[in-house]
C-alpha cells in the first residue's frame, strides 16, 4: 500500500511539525508514504464561498495528483470532507471518484484502514480537551455529534486513551464550532472571535492544559485568540501526541530560546517558555 | 455599494459590542434550550426515526399539495368555515381588511404569526385604522418596541429583563427599576387584559392544518391565542399553504417534536384544535400561498417548506447565539432564515448564506431533516453564480484562485509569508481580511521552512510514483 500525502497549505506554511507528525506516525505504522510536490490545495477555500468557477481548476489539478494512489491521507478533516463530499466543481469521472472515495481523514485512516490500536512510543503526560472540527463530527463522523440521538463514540479519543499519562477532559459544549469557518473568520471576524474566546474558556475552565485537534485550521485561530488574551493554553495536532513529536518547527527561527528548533523536543505546557509550542 | 443589501456581519456585530450583558445571556439562553432538548430528545429511544417519518410524511404531503389543500378546504367549510386563497401577501392583507371592515372592526387581537409577520399585515392594517394588540407577551414587547421578532418562538429573546422594564416603564408606567419578571409580567397583563375584552376579532396562525378532517392547530404556551378565538366573535386564521398535515394520525408525531425541539418541553400548555366557528361567531381561514409554490418549484429548495417553525436551529446555531435574530434583517433569521429569506429576495438577502460557519449543527437538530447546512452551502454557489458575491469576496478569491492554481506562484506566495509582510494562508490574502483577522487574534506563527521544502530536503531520493 502506497499513501499519497496531502498536507494543506496551511499546515504547510504555519504548522510544518504537523506534517512531519504525520509522515513518521504514518511511517511507524508501517505505511509506505510519499508527498507529491506538485500538489496545491484541495479547493475548499472557493468553494466555500459558493466559487465553483475557481475552485475547478484546483479540484482538477488535485485529482491528477492523486490520482495514482490507493489511498490519499490528510490531517485535516475538513479538507478531507471537501473532497470526498463537496468536491463536485469538475465533472465526476470514475477518476475523480475514485481519489474522492481514497482520501482519509489521518483519525479515521488509523481506525478504519489500518485498524490499529496501539502506539506503544506515545507518551503525553497532560491533560487534553479534544477538539473534534465540525467537519470531522458532522461530515466525516469521526465522532458522534450530541445532536443525534444515537450511541456516541469519538475515535480521536479512542486512539488519545492509548496514549501514556494523557489524560482527556470533557468540555461543556464539547462539539459547538470554534468559529473558524474558513472564510467566515475574517468576514464575520466579531462573531467569529466571540465563538473562539467561548471555546477557549470552556477548555481552559476543565482544566485542560491542551487543545488537540484533527484540524490545525481551527487551533490556528484558537491560538490566535489564546496568544492575545495572553492565556496559557496550548494547541497540538492529534499527530503530534500520537507519533510523538515533533512538537516544534524544523530550523525555526521565530523562535529567539537556543535550543528549540529541535524537533523531537518535548511540550512545555503552561510553563513561561512556550516558544516551541506555538 | 451595499444599497439594500443587509449585511449580518454588521448587525452581529453591534449587538456583540453593544455591552458584556446582552450577548452572553442571549447564548446562554438559547443553549439551555439547546441542552434540554437534547434530554427530552433522548428520553425517546425511537426519536431518529420519528426524525425520518416527520420529514417523509411532510415531504408527501408537499408533493400531494394540491390535493391536501382541496380536501382541506372542502372540510373546513363543513364545519362552516370560510375559506379565502391568497396568492401573495398583498392579497392577505387585503383579505383580512376586507373582512374587518365588513364586520366593523376596529381593534384586533393577535397572537403569534410568522406569516401575518411575513406579509406586513400589522403595518397595513394599522394604516387603514385598524388597531392591533399582540397577545403573546414577548410579541408584545417586541411590538412596543417596533421591533420584528427576533427568533420564531421567543421572539424578545434578545431584550434584557432591564430593557423590558424600561420599555415597559415608557409605555405602561411601570417602574424603570424593577425588574422583577413577576412583576412585570402582571403588569403586562394587567394593561392587556382590557385590550383584549374590548377587541372585535381575533387572529391567529395555525401550527398545523389537516386535511382529512379540515381543522387547524394551535399551540401556545401562553394560551393567547385561546382567549382572543374565545372571546370575540370574529376569527380570522392564516396559514401557509405547507402547513397541511393528510391526518390527525400524522398530527401526532409532530405534536410530539414540536415543544420538545423548540423548548425542549415535553408539550405546548395549550394545544388546541379548531373545527369551525363557534356558536353565533364566523371563522375565516386565509390559505396563503406568498412565494411557497414558487419556492416549491425550486428543486434545490423545495425542502424548506417541511419547516414547522420549532426554533431548533436557531437555538443551536453559534451564530445566531452570538448575534441575535435581528442581525439577519428580516423576519426569519438564523439557519432557517438563511435558506427561507433569499427565496423572497435573493439581492437584499445575498449575505446571509455566508453568516454562517457550516458547522452542520442545524441539518442534525431539524425535527424534519431539512439539511439546512447544506442549503446554505446551495445558495453560496446561487450567489457566487449570480455574480452576488461582495468586493471583498471576489478579491480575496480571484487571488486565491490565480496563486493556488500555479505551484510556483503558491510556493512564492508562501515565502512571502514568512517575510516582514506575514501574509496569511493564501485564502486570508487580502490586506482588508489581514486586519479583520488581527482584531482579536495574534498572527498565525509562519514557519521559516515549509513541510514542502523540509520533505524535499529529507526525502529528495525517494520515489515518487507521480511528482
Known amino acids: 500500500m502506497t499513501v499519497g500525502l496531502f498536507i494543506p497549505c496551511y499546515i504547510d506554511a504555519v504548522y510544518p511539525e504537523v506534517a512531519i507528525a504525520t509522515l513518521q506516525l504514518l511511517e511507524k505504522l508501517h505505511v509506505k508514504v510519499e508527498y507529491p510536490a506538485a500538489q496545491i490545495c484541495c479547493g475548499q477555500p472557493m468553494a466555500n464561498e459558493g466559487d465553483q468557477v475557481d475552485s475547478a481548476p484546483v479540484e482538477q489539478h488535485f485529482v491528477e495528483t492523486f490520482r495514482n494512489y490507493e489511498y490519499i491521507v490528510a490531517p485535516s478533516a475538513s479538507c478531507v470532507s471537501h473532497v470526498r463530499l463537496y468536491m463536485d466543481a469538475i465533472r465526476q469521472t470514475p477518476e475523480v471518484q475514485q481519489v474522492r472515495r481514497s482520501t482519509f481523514e489521518l483519525v479515521e485512516f488509523i481506525t478504519d484502514i489500518l485498524k490499529i490500536t496501539e502506539f506503544p512510543w506515545a507518551e503525553f503526560p497532560h491533560s487534553i480537551a479534544i477538539h473534534n472540527s465540525c467537519s470531522a463530527i458532522r461530515s466525516l463522523h469521526i465522532a458522534q455529534s450530541t445532536e443525534v440521538m444515537s450511541t456516541p463514540f469519538d475515535k480521536t479519543a479512542a486512539l488519545l486513551r492509548k496514549v501514556k499519562g494523557l489524560k482527556l477532559v470533557t468540555m461543556d459544549r464539547p462539539d459547538e464550532c470554534c468559529g473558524f469557518g474558513g472564510t467566515f473568520c475574517v468576514t464575520d471576524e466579531a462573531v467569529s472571535a466571540s465563538m473562539g474566546k467561548d471555546k477557549n474558556a470552556d477548555i481552559t475552565r476543565h482544566g485542560a492544559q491542551f487543545a488537540a485537534s484533527t484540524d490545525m485550521s481551527c487551533l490556528m485561530h484558537l491560538q490566535g485568540i489564546a496568544r492575545r488574551e495572553k492565556t496559557d493554553l496550548e494547541f497540538i495536532h492529534v499527530a503530534q501526541i500520537l507519533n510523538g513529536g515533533p512538537y516544534s518547527r524544523p530550523n525555526n527561527s521565530l523562535t529567539k530560546e537556543p535550543g528549540n528548533s529541535n524537533i523531537d523536543g518535548q511540550p512545555s505546557a503552561n510553563s513561561k517558555n512556550k516558544s516551541h509550542v506555538l | 455599494m451595499s444599497f439594500n443589501i443587509v449585511h449580518p456581519e454588521k448587525l452581529a456585530a453591534e449587538f456583540l459590542n453593544k455591552d458584556k450583558q446582552h450577548e452572553p445571556q442571549h447564548d446562554e439562553h438559547l443553549w439551555t434550550s439547546r441542552v434540554k432538548r437534547d434530554k427530552e430528545a433522548a428520553s425517546i429511544p425511537e426519536w431518529e426515526e420519528f426524525r425520518e417519518l416527520a420529514s417523509r410524511i411532510k415531504q408527501h404531503t408537499l408533493t400531494h399539495l394540491d390535493q391536501y389543500l382541496e380536501q382541506f378546504e372542502i372540510n373546513a367549510v363543513k364545519h362552516g368555515a370560510v375559506v379565502h386563497w391568497a396568492r401573495t401577501a398583498e392579497e392577505h392583507n387585503q383579505i383580512v381588511l376586507d373582512i374587518l371592515r365588513q364586520h366593523s372592526v376596529k381593534d384586533v387581537i393577535k397572537s403569534k404569526s410568522m406569516l401575518q409577520e411575513e406579509c406586513g399585515m400589522i403595518p397595513f392594517l394599522e394604516k387603514h385604522g385598524i388597531s392591533v394588540t399582540e397577545s403573546d407577551l414577548g410579541e408584545r414587547i417586541q411590538q412596543l418596541d417596533k421591533e420584528q421578532p427576533s427568533h420564531i418562538v421567543v421572539p424578545a429573546v434578545h431584550k434584557t429583563k432591564e430593557d423590558i422594564a424600561r420599555l415597559f416603564a415608557r409605555h405602561i408606567g411601570t417602574d424603570p427599576n424593577n425588574t422583577d419578571a413577576h412583576y412585570l409580567n402582571d403588569s403586562m397583563r394587567k394593561h392587556a387584559r382590557p385590550l383584549f375584552l374590548k377587541a372585535q376579532a381575533a387572529m391567529t396562525g395555525a401550527n398545523f392544518a389537516i386535511a382529512e378532517t379540515g381543522s387547524f ?128 429576495d435573493e439581492k437584499k438577502y445575498s449575505e446571509l448564506p455566508y453568516h454562517s460557519s457550516l458547522c452542520g449543527s442545524c441539518t442534525e437538530v431539524c425535527p424534519v431533516k431539512i439539511d439546512i447546512s447544506g442549503q446554505i452551502r446551495q445558495w453560496r454557489r446561487v450567489m457566487a453564480d449570480h ?47 489581514f486586519n479583520a483577522w488581527g482584531k482579536h487574534r495574534e498572527m498565525p506563527p509562519f514557519a521559516k521552512e515549509t513541510f514542502h521544502d523540509w520533505y524535499q530536503k529529507n526525502h529528495e531520493n525517494d520515489e515518487h510514483i507521480q511528482d
Open chain 2, 217 to 344: 392547530v394551535v399551540c401556545t404556551n401562553e394560551g393567547n391565542a385561546d382567549i382572543g378565538a374565545s372571546l370575540p366573535p370574529l376569527h380570522i386564521a392564516s396559514i401557509g399553504i405547507e402547513k397541511l398535515i393528510p391526518t390527525t394520525e400524522d398530527l401526532a408525531i409532530f405534536i410530539r417534536m414540536l415543544s420538545r425541539s423548540a423548548l425542549g418541553s415535553k408539550i405546548t400548555q395549550y394545544t388546541s384544535h379548531f373545527s369551525g366557528p363557534r356558536k353565533n361567531s364566523e371563522l375565516h381561514i386565509i390559505l396563503t400561498d406568498n412565494g411557497r409554490s414558487k419556492r416549491l418549484g425550486m428543486p434545490e429548495f423545495w425542502e424548506s417548506l417541511k419547516c414547522i417553525r420549532c426554533g431548533a436551529c436557531m437555538n443551536t446555531c453559534p451564530v445566531f447565539r452570538r448575534s441575535s435574530g435581528l442581525s439577519y434583517g428580516a423576519v426569519y433569521g438564523g439557519p432557517i432564515g438563511i435558506i427561507l429569506d433569499p427565496t423572497i
Open chain 2, 387 to 433: 455574480k452576488r458575491l461582495s468586493l471583498i469576496r471576489r478579491l480575496a478569491f480571484k487571488a486565491g484562485a490565480a496563486v493556488l492554481s500555479r505551484p510556483k506562484l503558491f510556493r512564492a506566495a508562501e515565502a512571502g509569508a514568512y517575510g516582514s509582510i506575514k501574509l496569511l494562508p493564501h485564502f486570508l490574502i487580502y490586506n482588508n481580511l
